[in-house]
């Protein structure tokens, strides 16, 4: 085909990458800043400029973090993977992660922790796409056909090969190949592959403006209600901030909850720190934004990462999670 898709300047510049609360007492000797309690008072939190972690601004728009002493200073990162050196170099004290991302670094060594939630998957709101004109009409019809994902090896991949084999299909059964999600339109356009997987607002724009079809939501079946994406921080941080870190989470915990009630709140706020404008925001579809880390929840990403071979020894995220001290 060599229609050329047109994504909306709402959502042009988008790129999604697709990335329990923490704190003790301070020791005695730990220093304070500014009188607050907190070991630090302005921290660097790394985020994408998508729905995932709306919270973070919900929290700076209803005064939560200042109502925990704390200033938040967000840092636009192009992934939670991306993001992982700055958090080791302490460039960023917090950032958006994928978990998929988290638990692959969790596996090779890397000394991480996650210290709240933020996304969780729900009905729609990560599909695999085909052209309207496409022959393809399900899952099992993409046997030889090329997928088109943002990441290889990530939470796209996962999600696919969970649905492939549903169909009967192996991981080996299909080729995926990369490609950011506001150039995934043109390039099945242009025949570079036959399908892919994508998240809002690029199923709304795909949709709209060029007519394509979902043939398959694929967060049903193993990976309904999937875990996407929270907060992270360094073991060595957690560990020198509680404080700080305690009123980061209280805070988020709070913008969750209210972000988990009230979409409205959502949809006002996405247009402040994205590009989808306000009839946009109030179209798509959105996941889940659970106010709680749940080990029993998370360890279904590293199950199943282990059954496919994403990680070659099971991880226990619970060692992974900053508990809260409320």
Do not use: H
């Amino acid at each position: 085909m060599t229609r050329t898709l047109r994504i909306p300047a709402v959502v042009l510049g988008l790129a999604l990458a697709l990335a329990g609360c923490g704190g003790g007492d301070t020791p005695a000797s730990t220093p304070t800043a500014g009188g607050t309690g907190l070991e630090k008072t302005t921290i660097k939190v790394g985020a994408l400029p998508v729905p995932d972690p709306a919270a973070l601004y919900i929290a700076q728009a209803k005064g939560f973090f200042q109502a925990e002493g704390l200033t938040v200073e967000p840092v636009t990162i192009t992934g939670g993977a991306a993001a992982l050196p700055q958090i080791e170099s302490g460039a960023l004290d917090i950032s958006q992660t994928n978990y998929v991302s988290t638990i692959l670094a969790a596996g090779q060594g890397k000394k991480i922790k996650l210290v709240a939630d933020m996304y969780q998957a729900a009905p729609n709101t990560f599909a695999i796409m085909v052209a309207k004109d496409s022959p393809i009409q399900s899952v099992a019809d993409l046997k030889g056909k090329t997928v088109l994902v943002n990441n290889l090896r990530n939470i796209a991949t996962l999600a696919v090969t969970s649905q492939l084999k549903a169909a009967g299909l192996a991981e080996t059964d299909v080729k995926f190949a990369e490609k950011p999600f506001p150039e995934m339109g043109n390039a099945i356009n242009s025949g570079q592959g036959d399908a892919i997987w994508i998240t809002e607002p690029f199923i709304t724009a795909n949709k709209n403006t060029l007519g394509f079809r979902t043939i398959a939501d694929t967060m049903t079946g193993a990976t309904a209600d999937l875990p996407i994406a929270g907060w992270m921080a360094s073991e060595e941080w957690a560990a020198e901030n509680p404080r700080t870190l305690a009123a980061f989470q209280r805070a988020i915990a709070k913008a969750q909850q209210l972000a988990s009630s009230d979409r409205k709140e959502v949809e006002a706020i996405l247009p402040t720190y994205t590009k989808i404008d306000a009839k946009t925001a109030a179209a798509i579809t959105l996941g889940a934004f659970p106010a709680t880390l749940d080990p029993a929840r998370l360890q279904k990403v590293a199950d199943l990462m282990l059954e496919y071979k994403y990680i070659s020894s099971p991880v226990d995220v619970k060692s992974m999670i900053v508990p809260t001290s409320g």
